[in-house]
Structures are given as C-alpha cells and as structure tokens.
C-alpha cells in the first residue's frame, strides 16, 4: 500500500501547487520572558482583572514553575487557577477530564484565558481544552472520522498562551493537538488553525529542570522536526486542492522552511551535548529552545515523515516517551531509507550535524547523515541503541507495527520524500532494532 500526493482532486483536475503561507503566534524569547506575562496577556486585549487556568501537571508545580507563573500573573491583578491532571501522552478521556474541570470550575463559557505550562502534553491539553469550550461539545466531535465525528472548528475562544519547559516538541506552534486513544492504540490529532495558540513564551529558565534524559528525548523529537522539513517534498512537487481550505497542514518545503530548519539542526546538534552535561547553561538551553522553534516552523509547516508515522504506532502499543522514539527511528528511516530520495540534500544534513565529509562522493556523503547522527546519540550516553533497547521490541514485532503504520498515518506518509509500502516499513522497522551494539 502506497500514497499519492494528491491532497484533494479529482485525477482530471490534477495540478501542481502554487501557494505556500506560514501562520505562527506571537513569540516572545529569552530569559525573564515568562515574567512579561501581563503585559502579553494586555496586548492580547486582557484588562488586568480576568480570570485565567494554567494547564500542567503534578511535576511542574513540585518544581516551582507555577508558582512562579501564578505569582507573576498575580502581580499584575490577574486570577488564576490551576489544572494540574495532565498525563503524558494524553488520551481522549485525559483532556476531557481537563473540559470538565473548566465547566465545573467557571461554566459552559470557560475561562477568561489560558496558559499551557510543561512539554508537549501539557501544551496539547490547554489547546484542545481552549478549543473544546470555545466551539462546544467533546473532545471527539473534532477528532477526524472514523475515530470521532471530524466536525470542523469554527472559533478559538479565549487567549492561549504556551510556555514549554522542554525544547522539543514544537506544540508552542503547532496546529495540531496529539491525543491518544487507548482502546484503539492510535493517536489522533485535532487539527485546525482554531487549535494554535495566540502567543508562545520561550523562556530557558523554565527548561533548567529538566533532567539530562528527557532533555536529550525532546532533543531528538526537535531535530527529527528540522531533518524532516528539511528533507520531505518540496511544496511545488504536491498537487494542489481544488478548495484552499483542504491544503493539508503539511504542506512540503519551501525556502523559507529551509532557511528555520538549517538554523535549526545547526543549534540543536551544536548545542544538546552542552545542555545534556550541564543543564543549567542558560546560553545553551536558549539555543536549544530556539533550535526546537526552527525545528518546528520547518518541520510543523513543511512537514513531518516516515520516521513520526512510524513513532506514533511504536507509542501507542509500547508507551514509549515519543522524542526516544524518533531517536531510535530516525538512523533508520529519515537518515536511512530516505537518503537514496536525494542523496545531495542529505549529504548536506550531513555537513549540518557536523560531519567531515571531504573527499567523499555525494552518496558517501549523505549516507554519513545517519553515521553522525548515531555518533551524537551514543556521546549523550542516555538515549537507547534501538527499538530492541527501547521496549524489547523484535523482528516478530515488526509486521504489525507497519501495518498500523500503513494503516493509520497517510497523513504523514504523504509527506515522505520516497514512497512506501507496507513492506518496506517493516524492513526499516527491522533495521532499527538495533543503531550500534
């Protein structure tokens, strides 16, 4: 089973894309950006007496970091309370525990505004929640059929401001908010630019905390984003839909996509080692904030391939955090399986991450993507060696997992630089058993 880059048409209507657009919050960055809240909260039309909800989890307040956030918002005459039933990976049934506080708390008209304070979990939540209020119903109204009732968003509700305490994910941008459904072992997406957030916050004060395996996990998830933009279809390659409102989300590289995601695999590849082995180098982990920023303007608008459609079926049946599980896959997949697409612009990601590719052919070159790639794996010594080490996961395994592949992620298969069928992801499922010994 393979997929066609039509998004929309009927085959006698078939024609290149023409159009590109890029939509982002309002970003604020750099340390003591977090403390400029109120102000933010005022250019978003707040008059200083509203009452707001942060959105996070147990471990962030245990941290500090909302007090921090609840004391700033405070100072400046603003209410808050606080949701902290976050999961990681959050279900369905999660995010709606989240809707029902907010409509038991304030009622059917929600909050004032919203804060999303953590990683990416804590980020989905507060903007499926935000959207969930604003347009009424449940959560699976708006998730896609056949899982829910793929009912379209027609607001945005109330201002949403994110701040990540992770450089990773990108959700501080995204349209997207990921949730699981355990019943089925999938995730599904709510999708709609109703789901981005207003603004975004990135402060590395918030990231300090993190501890060096979730700082190298959500690392990897961020440059997996910027590999991938770098290297999926250009946005003329596609077909272009007959209705500009069916332009998919991920809609291929463009210039200016390329321009974020170079910037991005140079800060994050240059920089993850320093934050891994010194987590309070405020220089670095504000690199590595922006590198996950880059990432996500090129990955999230480009789009996101073969190793993330292969990730979410890995998650869902092994719980594995999703940033270790690109990094298990992407030696594999974006740095294996997919050089042979193009073997100069790999051989430039090579260059990127570091690699010293004189006197090599272009394909040696751009084969040394995934050696390099690997190389800077095994020097932060807290990420696993493959998807056996991962989640004892073995060649008998690896059939079902690419038929789920296959079966549930056309969305980002789309967007892969070189077709696949069924069996070729249970060959790169295979290869990436094992990265190095």
Not at 115 to 123: A, E, N
Request: proline letters at 5%; a negative charge.
């Amino acid at each position: 089973m393979s997929y066609e880059r039509s998004v929309s048409a009927e085959p006698h209507e078939l024609s290149p894309e023409t159009v590109w657009e890029v939509r982002m919050p309002a970003v604020r960055v750099g340390a003591g950006a977090a403390d400029e809240l109120g102000y933010q909260l005022g250019q978003l039309g707040l008059s200083g007496n509203e009452r707001g909800l942060i959105v996070t989890d147990s471990d962030l307040i245990s941290l500090g970091h909302v007090d921090r956030v609840a004391d700033e918002l405070a100072a400046d005459g603003l209410d808050v309370d606080v949701y902290d039933g976050v999961e990681r990976e959050p279900s369905v049934e999660a995010v709606g525990e989240c809707i029902a506080f907010v409509r038991e708390e304030i009622g059917e008209d929600g909050y004032d505004f919203y804060l999303g304070l953590g990683g990416g979990s804590c980020m989905d939540t507060a903007k499926a929640t935000r959207a969930v209020i604003a347009n009424g119903g449940d959560v699976l109204d708006y998730v896609a059929a056949p899982t829910g009732a793929g009912e379209d968003l027609t607001e945005s509700g109330a201002p949403l401001i994110l701040l990540p305490t992770t450089a990773g994910t990108g959700s501080e941008i995204s349209p997207v908010a990921i949730l699981s459904v355990p019943e089925k072992n999938i995730k599904e997406g709510i999708s709609s630019p109703h789901v981005r957030a207003d603004a975004a916050v990135l402060d590395p004060t918030l990231t300090t905390t993190l501890p060096p395996d979730l700082t190298a996990k959500t690392a990897m998830d961020a440059l997996g984003h910027a590999i991938e933009g770098y290297t999926t279809h250009r946005y003329d390659d596609l077909l272009r839909p007959e209705d500009p409102a069916d332009r998919p989300v991920y809609a291929g590289r463009t210039g200016f996509t390329e321009m974020f995601s170079e910037k991005a695999i140079d800060l994050l590849s240059s920089n993850v080692r320093r934050v891994v082995n010194n987590g309070d180098d405020i220089e670095a982990r504000g690199a590595m904030l922006k590198g996950a920023l880059f990432g996500a303007i090129a990955g999230l608008t480009a789009g996101a391939s073969l190793a993330h459609a292969m990730a979410y079926p890995v998650g869902n049946n092994y719980h594995t955090y999703h940033g270790e599980t690109i990094a298990a896959l992407t030696p594999a997949s974006t740095l294996g399986y997919n050089v042979a697409s193009d073997p100069p612009r790999f051989a430039r990601v090579a260059e990127m991450l570091g690699a010293d590719t004189s006197g090599m052919s272009t394909r040696e070159a751009a084969d040394e993507a995934r050696e390099e790639f690997v190389r800077l794996q095994r020097d932060l010594n807290v990420l696993p060696s493959g998807l056996n080490e991962l989640a004892g996961i073995t060649v008998d395994d690896t059939g079902a997992l690419a038929e789920s592949t296959v079966e549930s992620q056309q969305r980002l298969l789309r967007c892969n630089p070189r077709p696949v069928t069924k069996e070729d992801v249970e060959a790169v499922f295979q290869d990436a058993l094992y990265n190095w010994e």
